[in-house]
């Protein structure tokens, strides 16, 4: 995970700043290194941009999910099914140990 949050970082530093959410847009904006007349742009466009990423992986992987449900019988929703939701969110991983755990965060 830290080596996709540097490439966001350089890759839009250019860009946008490296505004990379929107609370980093909100700490800029406080500390007088963002005018205020940009936040609300610059946050819509942030969370349009997550839900608009978010639906592009669940679109290109929808087949697979169904797939992967059927084949080992899992009822989305059930506990069985958390492998698959932590590809859209960061709870613990029931299949990680800590070791591998610390790997991604690193």
Request: overall charge neutral.
């Amino acid at each position: 995970m830290g080596i996709e949050v540097s490439l966001a970082l350089y890759l839009t530093a250019a860009i946008s700043g490296a505004h990379i959410n929107p609370a980093v847009t909100l700490l800029l904006a406080i500390y007088h290194k963002f005018s205020w007349a940009k936040v609300i742009p610059y946050m819509f466009a942030q969370i349009a941009g997550t839900f608009t990423g978010a639906a592009l992986v669940y679109g290109l992987y929808h087949n697979g999910f169904l797939h992967y449900e059927a084949t080992n019988e899992i009822i989305r929703g059930s506990a069985e099914s958390q492998p698959l939701a932590s590809i859209f969110s960061t709870f613990p991983a029931p299949y990680l140990n800590h070791f591998q755990a610390a790997l991604v965060l690193w």
